[in-house]
């Protein structure tokens, strides 16, 4: 749930309540992004400092973009749409996620690890190809020429940077 949460709402803060002696609930479901984690034996007044405190930091958190435009493609991420000229293909949830990491971090180069992490909600150590492949996909929905792609640009031994 909350890898499917993270890919469609990435801001949402996330306060996990688990079972008061369930140490590794808690740890697991910080490091799958969850913002913080409360064993449900609580005082009322602690639920309520530390979901002040969490949307306090949210409102602070700057915004991903959800409209991006590039080389003739309009990219309108909350609907999880692209259009090129008279053309419109639907994208993946992956795919929004994918696209809204690199262009909220498009001032620099962002490794496979990285997107492996936060977007699949996997491992940053696997050995995988996933994100190449997915990276391949969305260019031949997205890009004029999926062969010299512009948006999602690969920079080798580094990973990937919006283009845009």
């Known amino acids: 749930l909350l890898d499917r949460l993270r ?3 990435p801001d949402t803060p996330v306060l996990l309540v688990t079972e008061p002696g369930d140490v590794d609930a808690r740890v697991l479901g910080l490091e799958r992004g969850a913002d913080d984690a409360l064993a449900s034996d609580f005082a009322p007044s602690q639920l309520m400092a530390r979901a002040g405190a969490l949307t306090r930091r949210a409102a602070r958190t700057p915004r991903p973009p959800e409209l991006l435009a590039c080389d003739g493609c309009e990219l309108d991420l909350s609907a999880h749409v692209a259009r090129r000229g008279p053309s419109q ?3 993946t949830a992956r795919e929004v996620g994918l696209l809204r990491w690199l262009a909220t971090h ?3 180069a962002v490794s496979r690890a990285e997107l492996l992490e936060h977007v699949w909600g996997l491992s940053p150590k696997m050995e995988t190809r ?3 492949v997915a990276v391949a996909a969305l260019r031949k929905k997205i890009e004029r020429d999926p062969k010299a792609p512009r948006l999602v640009v690969s920079l080798r031994g580094a990973g990937y940077k919006w283009g845009g």
């Open 7 to 9: 890919l469609s709402r």
């Open 89 to 91: 293909v639907q994208l």
């Open 106 to 108: 498009r001032e620099r």
């Open 130 to 132: 996933t994100v190449d």
